[in-house]
């Protein structure tokens, strides 16, 4: 398994704009995986994208993959207030187990 | 199909005493991982159980221990609790091989004072 990097630590935007984030990670990845946590609950599986697609889409996500810059971003279109969570990435790489980094933490302000 | 539930929710315990955490898996997944999220951090991985046996184990030291059941429930004790053990405690299930993603329990939040 592999650990995924988040970037950036910290994201503020107001409603409505599209909030983008990246993950990068350093070997090859299997099965790269997002996920949401709203402050001190559980994580959420949002979306997972294989080695062998290059975008994948999900109601207001978007999540791209270049595996050339070893490299995932997750978009986020038309925040809202709900999407203020922290958002991690994580690729279990044959080993099925998720390594998470720090994540991203979005604030969306009404 | 019910989702991944933890018990209890919250939990205060003093420096030195014994914890026991508990997680029944979703339906239908057979791999169980728990998670320790300390305050403004990312879930660090404590250990895997796949078919009753552990399957993996991050960096904590062996008071912290666990256990699968043949209904691919699982338990995570805390010997010896120390202060800095004070976070909240994530438990996953997924079906190996995973393809699908982990679905995540609510969490126990733990203190130790």
């Known amino acids: 398994s592999q650990q995924g990097e988040e970037d950036p630590q910290a994201l503020s935007i107001q409603e409505g704009e599209n909030a983008t984030m990246n993950c990068s990670y350093k070997?090859?990845?299997?099965?790269l995986q997002w996920y949401r946590q709203n402050s001190g609950r559980g994580l959420v599986h949002l979306i997972l994208?294989?080695?062998?697609?290059r975008e994948k889409h999900s109601g207001r996500l978007r999540v791209t993959l270049d595996t050339s810059k070893k490299s995932s971003s997750l978009l986020i279109t038309a925040s809202r207030a709900a999407d203020t969570a922290s958002y991690f990435c994580?690729?279990?790489?044959?080993?099925?187990?998720?390594?998470f980094g720090t994540g991203t933490r979005l604030q969306v302000f009404p | 199909e019910t989702g991944v539930t933890q018990s209890p929710t919250h939990l205060i315990k003093t420096r030195g005493q014994q914890v026991t955490l508990r997680c029944s898996s979703q339906?239908?997944?057979?791999?169980v991982s728990w998670y320790q999220q300390a305050l403004g951090q990312g879930p660090q991985f404590i250990f895997q159980?796949?078919?009753?046996?552990?399957?993996g184990r991050g960096n904590f030291p062996p008071r912290f221990s666990g256990l699968q059941f043949p209904n691919y429930s699982s338990e995570l004790n805390v010997n010896a609790l120390e202060l800095d053990d004070s976070a909240l405690y994530l438990c996953?299930?997924?079906?190996?091989?995973?393809?699908?993603?982990?679905?995540f329990g609510s969490g126990t939040r733990l203190t130790v004072v």
């Open positions: 070997t090859s990845i299997n099965n």
């Open positions: 159980y796949y078919r009753e046996e552990e399957n």
């Open positions: 994208i294989r080695s062998n697609e």
């Open positions: 994580a690729d279990p790489y044959n080993t099925d187990k998720l390594i």
């Open positions: 339906s239908g997944h057979n791999t």
């Open positions: 996953a299930s997924s079906q190996w091989p995973n393809n699908y993603g982990y679905t």
